[in-house]
């Protein structure tokens, strides 16, 4: 091996791959749409709520509530799911610099800082919009128990009933619940983002 | 890198902050109208509003009715209220002292109309009522929609108008 291939070679084990990954995945994950889904009916259903830490949809018989509408029904929960967009691509865009800038042995520094910054950022994240959901759905369950006439039956992932009797009318339906790929996507970026903060130390350690 | 790490803590922060107030200055630094701008309600019906426009009509209208054999009937032409298919699978209507059931499930198209036809054993004082100006009273209604089963009672219906009751004295 000449003298150049393995000054590439040493150049290339530099580069955190891991972090350049998982900071593109985190740059464009808070523009990929909703983490968890709850579905009323079959078939597409008659009531939808899409939710991520990055937007809340409502779609009744398929009709997306529109932006407009959104920021009518809470402005401020609206402006605080920007601020999380704007955080998320910030700390995406702080990890992708860190891990590029890891192959200058000038900025060897200043990118460790940058991928132990922003790493383990989306972990919290996915970690906190779970915890978050599990405390929704038993309050949800719990408040419903308390009440009389509605029943609400689910769990954050599978299955659930809803009933509901008010006088002459009775309503019931099954709930469907999942998290979608997008989600998944957020996973395998937070796993990426762990790889990289243990590469990162690698790199400054060698 | 004290610098560097001191600025990179303080973007989010900054970001937060900005969009917080950004949301509170566009809404007049209003507690309320921040938090909630308009009551649910309000917003529902600005969202079920398209969906409000297809169902101009009344969702149950008597058709007809009259004796046929050895049966009496009543057809009531039902309007979809909402931009999905509506299965009628069971339903019963009382009229002129006598039960009237669904005779088959009926499928009421997105925006569209369908035509429900209930039948009951014929009976002698329940035709002459009939034939003097039906008068529904309760109608019970099992529909599916999209998964989702509703079942109501209602007693509330549409009175029938003297031409409704001229084509009954046929």
Same mark, same amino acid.
């Given at each position: 091996?000449?003298?150049?291939?393995?000054?590439?070679?040493?150049?290339?084990?530099?580069?955190?791959?891991?972090?350049?990954?998982?900071?593109?995945?985190?740059?464009?994950?808070?523009?990929?749409?909703?983490?968890?889904?709850?579905?009323?009916?079959?078939?597409?259903?008659?009531?939808?709520?899409?939710?991520?830490?990055?937007?809340?949809?409502?779609?009744?018989?398929?009709?997306?509530?529109?932006?407009?509408?959104?920021?009518?029904?809470?402005?401020?929960?609206?402006?605080?799911?920007?601020?999380?967009?704007?955080?998320?691509?910030?700390?995406?865009?702080?990890?992708?610099?860190?891990?590029?800038?890891?192959?200058?042995?000038?900025?060897?520094?200043?990118?460790?800082?940058?991928?132990?910054?922003?790493?383990?950022?989306?972990?919290?994240?996915?970690?906190?919009?779970?915890?978050?959901?599990?405390?929704?759905?038993?309050?949800?369950?719990?408040?419903?128990?308390?009440?009389?006439?509605?029943?609400?039956?689910?769990?954050?992932?599978?299955?659930?009933?809803?009933?509901?009797?008010?006088?002459?009318?009775?309503?019931?339906?099954?709930?469907?619940?999942?998290?979608?790929?997008?989600?998944?996507?957020?996973?395998?970026?937070?796993?990426?983002?762990?790889?990289?903060?243990?590469?990162?130390?690698?790199?400054?350690?060698? | 890198?004290?610098?560097?790490?001191?600025?990179?803590?303080?973007?989010?922060?900054?970001?937060?902050?900005?969009?917080?107030?950004?949301?509170? %200055?566009?809404?007049?630094?209003?507690?309320?109208? =921040?938090?909630? @701008? +308009? #009551?649910?309600?309000?917003?529902?019906? /600005?969202?079920?509003?398209?969906?409000?426009?297809?169902?101009?009509?009344?969702?149950?209208?008597?058709?007809?009715?009259?004796?046929?054999?050895?049966?009496?009937?009543?057809?009531?032409? %039902?309007?979809?209220?909402?931009?999905?298919?509506? =299965?009628?699978? @069971? +339903? #019963?209507?009382?009229?002129?002292?006598? /039960?009237?059931?669904?005779?088959?499930?009926?499928?009421?198209?997105?925006?569209?109309?369908?035509?429900?036809?209930?039948?009951?054993?014929?009976?002698?004082?329940?035709?002459?009522?009939? %034939?003097?100006?039906?008068?529904?009273?309760?109608? =019970?209604?099992?529909?599916?929609?999209?998964?989702?089963?509703?079942?109501?009672?209602?007693?509330?219906?549409?009175?029938?108008?003297?031409?409704?009751?001229?084509?009954?004295?046929?």
């Amino acid at each position: 091996m000449t003298t150049v291939e393995k000054a590439s070679e040493r150049l290339w084990r530099r580069l955190n791959f891991f972090g350049v990954l998982a900071g593109i995945l985190t740059l464009l994950l808070p523009f990929s749409g909703a983490w968890w889904h709850l579905t009323l009916g079959t078939d597409g259903g008659i009531f939808s709520i899409l939710a991520s830490p990055f937007e809340f949809k409502f779609l009744i018989f398929n009709k997306q509530i529109s932006t407009a509408e959104a920021v009518q029904l809470s402005p401020l929960l609206w402006w605080l799911c920007l601020a999380f967009k704007l955080c998320y691509a910030y700390f995406g865009a702080a990890l992708l610099a860190g891990s590029l800038l890891s192959l200058s042995e000038k900025h060897a520094e200043s990118a460790e800082t940058l991928v132990r910054f922003s790493s383990l950022k989306l972990l919290w994240l996915v970690v906190a919009f779970v915890v978050v959901l599990f405390i929704a759905t038993f309050l949800v369950n719990s408040a419903t128990q308390l009440m009389g006439g509605a029943l609400i039956d689910f769990s954050i992932i599978g299955t659930g009933k809803f009933a509901m009797s008010s006088g002459n009318f009775h309503i019931s339906a099954p709930i469907n619940m999942g998290f979608t790929s997008t989600f998944a996507v957020a996973i395998i970026a937070s796993a990426l983002g762990i790889a990289s903060r243990i590469y990162q130390k690698r790199i400054s350690s060698v | 890198m004290g610098v560097l790490k001191w600025v990179l803590r303080v973007i989010p922060t900054l970001l937060f902050i900005l969009c917080i107030l950004a949301a509170f %200055a566009t809404h007049g630094f209003s507690l309320k109208s =921040t938090l909630f @701008s +308009a #009551s649910p309600e309000e917003v529902l019906a /600005e969202m079920l509003t398209p969906l409000n426009a297809t169902s101009g009509e009344e969702f149950l209208k008597i058709e007809d009715a009259g004796v046929e054999g050895d049966k009496m009937f009543v057809t009531l032409s %039902a309007c979809s209220p909402v931009p999905a298919n509506v =299965t009628v699978k @069971s +339903a #019963s209507l009382y009229a002129g002292g006598s /039960e009237f059931n669904l005779v088959e499930p009926a499928v009421i198209p997105a925006g569209g109309s369908a035509i429900l036809r209930f039948e009951a054993p014929f009976n002698a004082s329940s035709a002459q009522q009939a %034939a003097a100006g039906l008068e529904v009273g309760k109608i =019970t209604l099992k529909m599916e929609v999209k998964g989702v089963e509703v079942e109501f009672q209602s007693f509330a219906t549409p009175p029938p108008t003297a031409a409704d009751r001229r084509s009954w004295r046929r």
